[in-house]
Nanobody
């Protein structure tokens, strides 16, 4: 099993920056990647970014390319999402997630609110 705990959310003005953290514990050696997703009120959960746990390769949704950066600290089993040039459209609950075998693991989410 893997446990994921997000932190770092909050209220920020449009144009501002915020860094989210996702701390992983448990069978982290079995993880291949960690994703960030987000879900705005009344919307479906959407993919934001992915980082490969071993090689560090990354992938981003088009909506965040050039503004968000995903990174990892393998020694601390933590993944970060650095968000900049935030807009109200980025307001959502942000979740980190991974999959081991057929089992999905999700954190509890952290709220990001961007005011205009």
């Amino acid at each position: 099993q893997v446990q994921l705990v997000e932190s770092g959310g909050g209220l920020v003005q449009a144009g501002g920056s915020l860094r989210l953290s996702c701390a992983a514990s448990g069978r982290t050696f079995s993880m291949y990647y960690i994703d960030w997703f987000r879900q705005a009120p009344g919307e479906e959960r959407e993919f934001v970014a992915r980082i490969n746990w071993s090689g560090g390769t990354t992938d981003y949704a088009d909506s965040v390319k050039g503004r968000f950066t995903i990174s990892r600290n393998s020694a601390e089993s933590t993944v970060y999402l650095q968000m900049s040039s935030l807009s109200p459209e980025d307001t959502a609950v942000y979740y980190c997630a991974t999959k081991i075998g057929m089992q999905d693991y999700w954190g509890q989410g952290t709220q990001v609110t961007v005011s205009s």
